[in-house]
């Protein structure tokens, strides 16, 4: 039992804080204890009156479009610290945030730290193989520009990220690459293979994703700007999918009773591969549960990241990784002979 | 009219030789001369009695598990260095191969050169956009560490094969990147974006693979590890999707009826994203048309690619490019003030 609320960023995301203040009324009426952080003027007109749902008040906000670590140094009342302080004051479980990555990354690191051992967090988060298994992708653009030995470490957090979260017991860890021949790879994938080699993970070498999305892996380790490109052509790709198949149905009247018979099937379809139900992303590493949930989630998005954050913290998951992944580190430099 | 044959490369690709042998026979009942370059031997059973399908034996062939650089550089009398050379002493109009990109990539530089002022030769492919468009992706695996020289260089031709390729009067031009506000994207693309803002081309600026996608812009810019890792994604969340969507379906009956009047709006939608109806990549930059297949094409997505460069040397296109590119090239030069 856990009693103390999710700390919702209410000023971040392209639709806050409207759909954010739902989200969280919904979390609040399925008995996820939710606080508010942000703009008390702005947020307390949209809370329906009997809705128990506190604010702290934040007197400034990021902007999409402001330098993120600067932003957040500067800005010390933003709601994105005040929410994270929260939590390292104890007052809060876990912070939800659908703002800038780059600012809830900056921010964290401020008001939480990081793991011992970690150099850099991670964003996280999973994706659907055609298989019906899940891949765990890492980083998703927290680090656009990576050392070898920051990919290292993303190794060691997915595998406990996946042990944890997918409950699987030997997860298989990919490197993403071009190739998986001999000789493919850029020089960062080059350079990072025999780092990973060492990990005390089950390391299966370089990994193209049209394999890993197949089923080839369990975990999937990159920059963030590659992973980022990748998830965002991925989520594209189903909306491209669903829009050619449309056209296509639309051509010939049998067709079209046709899609009225598969309305609940596309339905469905939507439900499964919809953005807004992945429910965020965690950001690990750090010392706190932090779910990161798209810019543009609606309220239901909204909803299914304080649910995540909820489930994270019931579950212990932070914990669970700061341990693992201190381990594992630890065990690493043990055996690294350097 | 032309009447120098496409030179196939029949050795390279994970079906080769017998689905290359059999595109190459629907080319030629197409009326598109083909000469098979490849081990004679294996090649001769494979021909129908009384096909018009001449043979150059080449007795060396590149496998994909080998690198690719060394492979060419020491094997002379390779199926893709002979099919290359058949290009450059006049004998074929073209070349089109399946097998290792980073091979036909080598090659090509060995047999038929750059053209002027190219520093990189690029593989470049247009993928389809939500809003009915195409958007011109390159490089997509030839050069999977780049400058950003190179990168700059990747706009012009990019620019050059959309108007002449896709025929539109202005196409705009991005840069991939992990997001479109000010501090987002990676080292490489802060560094590049002063030199493609001095292009004379129409540079739009970063841009996420999403808004790509969704009819943000008509070329693409990326390295070919980033772009290798985009066009996979696409290719397997393709895949994805009509599975999911499948399974759906198959829960209920009514549903399964639905879907059988849908046959034909499946079969066309498959056929518009189907890997093989692309029918291959171009490799520009160099002094000749070069056409690359997927490694997978089966006997379809040969004769497409084989349709492709018939349809490119028919439209004088490499001519095209090598002097537009030259040209732009040259007034950049001339405007560069360093």
Redesign the interface.
Known sequence: MHSKPVALDAMGGDYAPSALVVGACRAVRDGIPVVLVGDEAKLRPLIPSGMDLPIVHASESVG?????ASAVRTKKDASIRVALREVAEERASSVVSCGNT?AVMAASLMELGRIDGVERPAVVTTV???DGGQVVILDL?AN??CKSSHLGQFGVMGQVFAHHVLGLENPRVGL????E???????Q?RATLPLLERMPINFIGPI???HA??GGCEVLV?????G???L??????????????KE??R??P??K??????T???K??RK??SANAIGGAYLVGVNGTVVVGHGRSDSRAVYAAISTAHTAVSEQLTSHIGTAVSTALAQTEQEDPS
Chains 1, 2 share one sequence.
Request: proline share 4%.
């Open positions: 999409m479009d402001e330098s993120p780059g659907p193989r055609t653009g656009v520009d993403l690459s071009n190739g021949e001999e000789g493919k790879g850029n020089e994938v193209e994703p049209t999305l197949h990159c920059d963030g700007f590659v980022n490109v990748m965002k052509s991925v989520e594209a790709t189903i909306e491209i999918a669903g829009k050619l198949l296509e149905i051509r010939r049998s067709a009773f046709g899609a009225w018979l598969l609940g099937a596309f469905r379809y499964r591969t």
